[in-house]
């Protein structure tokens, strides 16, 4: 079974930093295009960065500047780096493949950036 387990979200005011990561087990994680997606409360769940097999990323606008993936092969982990967050980065943070497949969600990490 695919597993994607993410970590490391918590409470932190705005202009803090947190850094996220996504544990992957029951796929060849080195051949995947992973990505990082977030959902605001009474939002759709939206693309936040990708990053490819080869290390070729991929950010949405609100992020640039700001985000940075990166993937370890070796220890089959995901991971997003977040700098500067603003409380419009508030929300549930999950990974998984770039086009996404409904069957490898899992939990989520919470962000919460107060102002």
């Known amino acids: 079974q695919v597993q994607l387990v993410e970590s490391g979200g918590g409470l932190v005011q705005a202009g803090g930093s947190l850094t996220l990561s996504c544990a992957a087990s029951g796929i060849m994680f080195s051949l995947n295009y992973m990505a990082w997606y977030r959902q605001a409360p009474g939002k759709q769940r939206e693309l936040v960065a990708g990053?490819?097999?080869?290390?070729?990323?991929n950010y949405a606008d609100s992020v640039k500047g700001r985000f940075t993936i990166s993937r370890d092969n070796a220890k089959k982990t995901v991971y997003l780096q977040m700098t500067s967050l603003k409380p419009e980065d508030t929300g549930v943070y999950y990974c998984?493949?770039?086009?996404?497949?409904?069957?490898?969600w899992g939990q989520g990490t919470q962000v919460t950036v107060s102002s």
């Open positions: 998984n493949i770039l086009p996404f497949r409904n069957n490898y």
């Open positions: 990053i490819t097999s080869g290390g070729i990323t």
